[in-house]
């Protein structure tokens, strides 16, 4: 199995920049690859951004020029920064990792709002 913790959500101004955390622990080596997604306010998920164990990236159109998707050398946690964020941006992030099974983990809350 694999757990998965995301971190560094909360309250920013229009404009602001958050850097998430997804920490993979438990049979990590199974991973190919870490997507970040959103759930803006019940709606469905949003994928937002992928990196794969080789440290290929891969970005949806409504953010490739504002986020940046990226992994540590251990390659256990991986980040997304986000830049220029606006209210669209707000929802719970969460992190997924595919390899043989798929995971996810709880999310964390990024609210955007002056």
């Known amino acids: 199995q694999v757990q998965l913790v995301e971190s560094g959500g909360g309250l920013v101004q229009p404009g602001g920049s958050l850097r998430l955390s997804c920490v993979a622990s438990g049979n990590i080596f199974d991973i190919n690859t870490i997507a970040w997604y959103r759930r803006p306010g019940g709606s469905q998920h949003e994928w937002l951004a992928s990196?794969?164990?080789?440290?290929?990236?891969d970005y949806a159109t409504s953010v490739k020029d504002r986020f940046t998707i990226s992994r540590n050398t251990a390659g256990n946690t991986v980040y997304l920064q986000m830049n220029s964020l606006n209210a669209a941006d707000t929802g719970v992030y969460y992190c997924?990792?595919?390899?043989?099974?798929?995971?996810w983990g709880q999310g964390t809350q990024v609210t955007v709002s002056s």
């Open positions: 997924q990792s595919m390899g043989s099974r798929t995971y």
């Open positions: 990196i794969t164990s080789t440290g290929s990236t």
